[in-house]
């Protein structure tokens, strides 16, 4: 017995048995996560090769594996997926709701570590620790009564995780494994973009743990596009060939390669091979991945706002500057946070870019028993958000989310939190988020998520 994998882009993965084909995470076009990503290595993908496809499987919901364009298209009837395909969603009713506005049917609903039997093979999900989400992930294990394939996706694992995994299926044929520790965000956050070491570590120990026989690299298949490509020297602090060269000297037994779209697997119990560029449905295009390179010291674009069209009557710049005095203002002198923020003696600054690049600040200072909107900084500023006009009227609007504004290079934010009393310096705990204004007023919560979602549903289903 033998299974087939190809890597199409990204996380997305065709995993073929003697009579299965099961897809995972289909992210298939440019752009994705907002418009703000390309899939890089950029593909060349023939939509109507594509071999037909018994189970869908969405492992959670980041948009870089639930990519409501490809779910759209997919959906449609001349797709290679199978009227009646089985459709694998974790139990997340976001997820939910976009697969049943896109008129799937046949959801089955997964659970850690409980098979799902289809034909001639097992499907097992396997249960993630991520503590950053709200929502559960998954990866998945794929055994044909032979061979076993795990697609580790985004999954964070334990010690009990892997034991149960070997104890279930012994040592494992192939592994999509994690290799990536991703820094999006945190240049926009003034976080470190040092290595997170922990983390990276922590992904050689789990492949020395689980010891599969044989190892690609997995997921992180994209970069930032065109006006924001100087993010791709903050976020991408790992190289697939880097961490293949660190698992040969981590753990020399197991066999590596790097696995690129268009590449074939063909993995059996006595070894696994892989053919390059040999898939007839997708290649590379162009191995664009020179463009991802991590040199966080290098210079930053400055914020600058899309032109707005505002009916002439007028200008953006009026409609927020009403927005801060007034309704803002407002929000923060009546917000859960004015405690914290008046005991740490914030004196916060909020400036907003136009398109030409030019800006406006509007500063408060928490220490005054009324709070008020002054034009002019009076000293220092230990907390600040920068953001472009384009992006503050939508989250004003109710039209944008955070995972569009706080990962493009279009908001930016530090902070240097302490306070002096009599013979005292304290200062906020430098490991713990300080409440940022902008993000309590319009919090990254599930409704932000849902509109998000459903934007593109509207979007991408009459297209399709």
Request: glycine fraction near 4%; charged fraction near 25%; proline fraction near 6%.
């Amino acid at each position: 017995s033998m299974i087939k994998t190809t890597i199409i882009a990204h996380a997305s993965m065709l995993i073929q048995s003697n009579e299965t084909t099961i897809l995972t995470d289909p992210v298939w076009f440019d752009y994705l996560w907002e418009d703000i990503n390309v899939l890089c290595p950029s593909i060349n993908l023939d939509l109507k090769k594509i071999p037909a496809i018994d189970v869908l499987n969405i492992s959670h919901r980041h948009q870089d594996h639930f990519d409501v364009r490809t779910l759209a298209y997919l959906a449609k009837n001349d797709s290679p997926l199978k009227p009646d395909a089985l459709i694998l969603s974790p139990n997340d009713e976001i997820v939910l709701d976009v697969l049943k506005e896109l008129n799937y049917k046949n959801i089955t609903i997964v659970d850690d570590f409980k098979p799902i039997t289809v034909k001639d093979i097992t499907l097992t999900p396997t249960p993630s620790l991520n503590e950053g989400d709200y929502f559960p992930e998954h990866g998945l294990i794929v055994n044909d009564g032979n061979v076993v394939v795990w697609n580790q996706v985004d999954t964070v694992v334990s010690p009990e995780i892997i034991s149960h995994i070997n104890k279930l299926y012994g040592r494992l044929d192939f592994s999509h494994s994690r290799f990536l520790p991703l820094l999006e965000g945190n240049f926009t956050h003034h976080k470190t973009v040092a290595v997170p070491f922990y983390e990276y570590s922590s992904f050689l120990k789990v492949a020395g743990a689980l010891k599969p026989k044989f190892i690609v690299p997995g997921s992180a298949a994209f970069r930032y596009r065109d006006e924001l490509e100087f993010l791709n020297r903050y976020s991408f602090p790992i190289t697939p060939e880097q961490f293949l060269a660190d698992l040969a000297d981590f753990c020399p037994e197991i066999k590596t390669s790097t696995f690129n779209p268009g590449d074939i697997a063909y993995i059996t119990k006595d070894g696994v091979r892989i053919d390059r560029q040999s898939s007839e449905f997708v290649s590379v295009r162009e191995d664009d991945s020179h463009k991802i390179i991590f040199k966080p010291v290098m210079e930053v674009t400055p914020i600058v706002s899309k032109a707005i069209n505002v009916d002439s009557s007028s200008n953006e710049f009026q409609l927020i500057e009403d927005y801060i005095m007034g309704e803002y203002l407002e929000s923060l002198s009546s917000s859960d946070k004015l405690d914290g923020w008046r005991h740490w003696q914030t004196t916060y600054q909020l400036e907003v870019f136009d398109s030409s690049g030019s800006s406006k600040t509007w500063n408060i200072d928490f220490k005054e028993k009324r709070l008020q909107v002054r034009k002019n900084n009076r000293g220092k500023i230990n907390l600040y958000e920068g953001i472009a006009a384009f992006d503050l009227l939508k989250l004003i609007k109710g039209t944008t989310s955070w995972d569009n504004v706080g990962i493009s290079g279009n908001y930016r934010t530090f902070s240097n939190i302490y306070r002096v009393g009599t013979g005292t310096f304290e200062f906020f705990p430098l490991d713990r988020p300080f409440p940022l204004p902008l993000l309590q007023i319009f919090p990254n919560n599930q409704e932000m998520d849902r509109k998000k979602y459903m934007k593109d549903v509207l979007r991408w289903k009459e297209r399709a």
